[in-house]
Protein backbone atom coordinates (compact mmCIF):
# COMPACT_ATOMS: atom_id res chain seq x y z
CA UNK A 1 0.00 0.00 0.00
CA UNK A 2 1.72 3.28 -1.39
CA UNK A 3 -1.18 5.19 1.23
CA UNK A 4 -1.98 8.85 -0.38
CA UNK A 5 0.75 10.05 -2.96
CA UNK A 6 0.88 13.43 -4.22
CA UNK A 7 2.67 14.73 -7.15
CA UNK A 8 5.22 17.40 -7.79
CA UNK A 9 6.67 17.73 -4.36
CA UNK A 10 7.74 21.32 -5.42
CA UNK A 11 6.74 23.70 -7.69
CA UNK A 12 7.04 26.97 -8.49
CA UNK A 13 4.81 29.07 -11.02
CA UNK A 14 4.77 32.75 -12.51
CA UNK A 15 1.10 34.76 -12.09
CA UNK A 16 -1.57 33.90 -14.86
CA UNK A 17 -0.16 30.36 -15.25
CA UNK A 18 -2.08 27.03 -15.03
CA UNK A 19 -1.45 23.70 -13.17
CA UNK A 20 -2.37 20.16 -11.87
CA UNK A 21 -1.75 18.76 -8.68
CA UNK A 22 -2.13 15.40 -8.59
CA UNK A 23 -3.56 13.18 -6.02
CA UNK A 24 -3.79 9.32 -5.69
CA UNK A 25 -4.78 6.61 -3.14
CA UNK A 26 -4.96 3.03 -3.35
CA UNK A 27 -7.11 2.52 -0.17
CA UNK A 28 -10.44 2.10 -2.04
CA UNK A 29 -11.36 5.12 0.02
CA UNK A 30 -14.31 6.89 -0.79
CA UNK A 31 -13.62 10.60 1.07
CA UNK A 32 -10.76 12.56 -0.90
CA UNK A 33 -10.09 16.61 0.07
CA UNK A 34 -7.57 18.97 -0.51
CA UNK A 35 -6.00 21.53 1.99
CA UNK A 36 -3.95 24.06 2.01
CA UNK A 37 -1.66 25.05 4.89
CA UNK A 38 -0.40 28.92 5.44
CA UNK A 39 1.42 29.38 8.85
CA UNK A 40 -0.17 30.85 11.58
CA UNK A 41 -3.63 28.89 10.15
CA UNK A 42 -2.95 25.35 10.19
CA UNK A 43 -4.91 23.91 7.38
CA UNK A 44 -8.18 24.92 5.68
CA UNK A 45 -10.07 22.87 3.23
CA UNK A 46 -10.42 23.61 -0.05
CA UNK A 47 -12.38 21.04 -1.86
CA UNK A 48 -14.08 17.89 -1.19
CA UNK A 49 -15.57 14.82 -2.71
CA UNK A 50 -17.40 12.02 -1.02
CA UNK A 51 -17.14 9.65 -4.40
CA UNK A 52 -16.56 9.26 -8.28
CA UNK A 53 -18.11 12.00 -9.97
CA UNK A 54 -19.45 13.75 -6.30
CA UNK A 55 -17.39 16.88 -5.10
CA UNK A 56 -18.23 19.86 -3.18
CA UNK A 57 -16.65 23.22 -1.96
CA UNK A 58 -14.94 23.29 1.77
CA UNK A 59 -13.92 26.71 3.24
CA UNK A 60 -11.16 28.54 0.34
CA UNK A 61 -12.42 27.05 -3.14
CA UNK A 62 -11.82 30.15 -4.94
CA UNK A 63 -9.00 29.97 -7.26
CA UNK A 64 -9.41 25.96 -7.14
CA UNK A 65 -11.14 23.45 -9.07
CA UNK A 66 -11.08 19.62 -8.72
CA UNK A 67 -13.17 16.63 -10.22
CA UNK A 68 -13.20 13.32 -9.36
CA UNK A 69 -13.39 10.27 -12.32
CA UNK A 70 -11.89 7.45 -10.49
CA UNK A 71 -11.88 6.79 -7.14
CA UNK A 72 -8.18 6.54 -6.87
CA UNK A 73 -7.69 10.30 -8.14
CA UNK A 74 -8.76 13.42 -6.90
CA UNK A 75 -6.47 15.99 -9.14
CA UNK A 76 -6.57 19.74 -7.77
CA UNK A 77 -6.39 22.64 -10.96
CA UNK A 78 -5.20 25.91 -10.25
CA UNK A 79 -6.63 28.18 -13.19
CA UNK A 80 -4.82 30.83 -13.27
CA UNK A 81 -2.14 31.26 -10.43
CA UNK A 82 -1.92 34.10 -7.70
CA UNK A 83 0.52 35.26 -5.58
CA UNK A 84 -1.52 34.45 -2.75
CA UNK A 85 -1.83 30.68 -3.65
CA UNK A 86 1.51 30.38 -2.89
CA UNK A 87 1.22 27.69 0.07
CA UNK A 88 1.79 23.70 1.29
CA UNK A 89 -0.95 21.84 -0.20
CA UNK A 90 -2.24 18.53 1.23
CA UNK A 91 -4.49 15.70 -0.17
CA UNK A 92 -6.05 13.31 2.14
CA UNK A 93 -8.61 10.42 2.82
CA UNK A 94 -11.16 8.45 4.55
CA UNK A 95 -12.71 5.27 4.11
CA UNK A 96 -15.98 7.61 3.95
CA UNK A 97 -17.66 10.65 5.26
CA UNK A 98 -18.32 9.68 8.95
CA UNK A 99 -16.89 12.12 11.09
CA UNK A 100 -15.21 9.04 13.33
CA UNK A 101 -13.09 8.19 10.27
CA UNK A 102 -9.43 9.03 10.32
CA UNK A 103 -8.01 10.96 7.24
CA UNK A 104 -4.58 10.09 6.08
CA UNK A 105 -2.66 12.61 4.30
CA UNK A 106 -0.11 12.74 1.54
CA UNK A 107 3.37 14.14 2.09
CA UNK A 108 1.79 17.63 0.57
CA UNK A 109 2.94 19.93 -2.51
CA UNK A 110 4.91 23.24 -1.61
CA UNK A 111 3.75 25.79 -3.94
CA UNK A 112 5.24 29.37 -4.78
CA UNK A 113 4.03 31.48 -7.31
CA UNK A 114 5.75 33.89 -8.59
CA UNK B 1 -20.96 27.00 14.56
CA UNK B 2 -17.19 25.02 15.27
CA UNK B 3 -14.24 26.39 15.95
CA UNK B 4 -10.73 24.87 17.40
CA UNK B 5 -8.20 27.27 19.51
CA UNK B 6 -5.18 25.56 20.40
CA UNK B 7 -3.97 27.62 23.32
CA UNK B 8 -0.13 28.08 22.45
CA UNK B 9 1.52 28.24 19.41
CA UNK B 10 4.53 27.25 20.94
CA UNK B 11 5.81 24.74 23.96
CA UNK B 12 8.81 24.03 25.20
CA UNK B 13 10.18 21.39 27.78
CA UNK B 14 13.62 19.27 28.39
CA UNK B 15 13.68 15.63 27.30
CA UNK B 16 12.18 13.48 29.99
CA UNK B 17 9.57 16.00 31.25
CA UNK B 18 5.72 16.21 31.24
CA UNK B 19 4.46 17.67 27.79
CA UNK B 20 1.01 19.67 27.59
CA UNK B 21 -0.90 20.89 24.68
CA UNK B 22 -4.12 22.54 25.07
CA UNK B 23 -7.28 22.57 22.94
CA UNK B 24 -10.27 24.25 23.13
CA UNK B 25 -13.14 23.70 21.02
CA UNK B 26 -16.45 24.71 20.35
CA UNK B 27 -19.43 22.33 18.64
CA UNK B 28 -23.52 22.56 18.11
CA UNK B 29 -22.79 18.78 17.55
CA UNK B 30 -21.44 16.10 19.59
CA UNK B 31 -17.59 16.03 17.82
CA UNK B 32 -14.98 13.98 16.97
CA UNK B 33 -11.80 15.09 18.13
CA UNK B 34 -8.31 13.88 16.25
CA UNK B 35 -5.02 15.15 17.65
CA UNK B 36 -2.41 15.11 14.19
CA UNK B 37 1.34 15.68 14.22
CA UNK B 38 3.36 17.11 11.45
CA UNK B 39 7.68 16.48 11.53
CA UNK B 40 9.19 19.27 9.76
CA UNK B 41 8.46 18.74 5.69
CA UNK B 42 6.20 15.58 6.37
CA UNK B 43 2.71 14.97 6.08
CA UNK B 44 0.42 14.85 8.74
CA UNK B 45 -0.15 11.36 10.87
CA UNK B 46 -2.86 10.29 13.58
CA UNK B 47 -2.03 10.24 17.09
CA UNK B 48 -5.05 9.98 18.61
CA UNK B 49 -8.94 10.16 18.23
CA UNK B 50 -12.20 10.66 20.31
CA UNK B 51 -15.42 9.62 18.93
CA UNK B 52 -17.55 9.31 21.87
CA UNK B 53 -16.42 5.88 23.88
CA UNK B 54 -14.27 6.60 26.03
CA UNK B 55 -13.19 9.99 27.14
CA UNK B 56 -9.54 8.87 28.22
CA UNK B 57 -7.85 7.88 24.87
CA UNK B 58 -4.68 6.58 24.62
CA UNK B 59 -2.42 7.29 21.43
CA UNK B 60 0.84 6.48 19.99
CA UNK B 61 4.47 6.92 21.27
CA UNK B 62 2.99 7.03 24.47
CA UNK B 63 0.44 10.69 24.12
CA UNK B 64 -3.22 10.43 25.20
CA UNK B 65 -6.19 13.43 25.57
CA UNK B 66 -9.04 13.50 27.83
CA UNK B 67 -12.08 14.70 26.23
CA UNK B 68 -14.03 17.06 29.14
CA UNK B 69 -17.34 18.42 27.09
CA UNK B 70 -18.10 20.61 30.66
CA UNK B 71 -15.06 22.48 29.55
CA UNK B 72 -14.52 22.16 25.94
CA UNK B 73 -11.85 20.68 26.26
CA UNK B 74 -9.61 18.33 24.57
CA UNK B 75 -5.78 18.56 25.92
CA UNK B 76 -2.82 16.84 24.75
CA UNK B 77 -0.26 14.81 27.31
CA UNK B 78 2.46 12.69 27.92
CA UNK B 79 4.59 12.05 31.24
CA UNK B 80 7.76 12.33 29.61
CA UNK B 81 9.43 14.30 26.21
CA UNK B 82 11.38 12.53 24.09
CA UNK B 83 13.91 14.79 21.49
CA UNK B 84 11.57 12.77 18.59
CA UNK B 85 8.47 14.37 19.95
CA UNK B 86 9.57 17.82 18.25
CA UNK B 87 7.01 18.68 15.67
CA UNK B 88 3.75 20.47 15.49
CA UNK B 89 0.38 18.87 16.53
CA UNK B 90 -2.69 20.15 15.34
CA UNK B 91 -6.19 19.74 17.10
CA UNK B 92 -8.72 18.83 14.75
CA UNK B 93 -12.65 18.35 15.60
CA UNK B 94 -15.37 17.06 12.85
CA UNK B 95 -18.87 17.31 13.64
CA UNK B 96 -21.20 14.43 13.62
CA UNK B 97 -23.81 16.12 11.70
CA UNK B 98 -22.13 16.99 8.42
CA UNK B 99 -18.15 16.03 7.59
CA UNK B 100 -16.87 19.82 8.05
CA UNK B 101 -13.05 18.94 9.19
CA UNK B 102 -11.65 22.36 11.51
CA UNK B 103 -7.89 22.08 12.00
CA UNK B 104 -6.65 24.72 15.21
CA UNK B 105 -3.93 26.76 14.36
CA UNK B 106 -1.21 24.19 15.72
CA UNK B 107 1.22 24.49 18.42
CA UNK B 108 5.11 23.69 17.75
CA UNK B 109 6.87 21.47 20.04
CA UNK B 110 10.47 22.11 20.95
CA UNK B 111 12.28 19.80 22.77
CA UNK B 112 15.47 20.79 25.08
CA UNK B 113 18.37 18.26 25.94
Known amino acids: NAGVTQTPKFQVLKTGQSMTLQCAQD?????MSWYRQDPGMGLRLIHY???????DQGEVPNGYNVSRSTTEDFPLRLLSAAPSQTSVYFC?????????????FGPGTRLTVL | AQSVTQLDSHVSVSEGTPVLLRCNYS??????LFWYVQHPNKGLQLLLKYTSAATLVKGINGFEAEFKKSETSFHLTKPSAHMSDAAEYFCVVINTGGFKTIFGAGTRLFVKA
Open chain 1, 27 to 31: MNHEY
Open chain 1, 49 to 55: SVGAGIT
Open chain 1, 92 to 104: ASSYSQLSTDTQY
Open chain 2, 27 to 32: SSYSPS
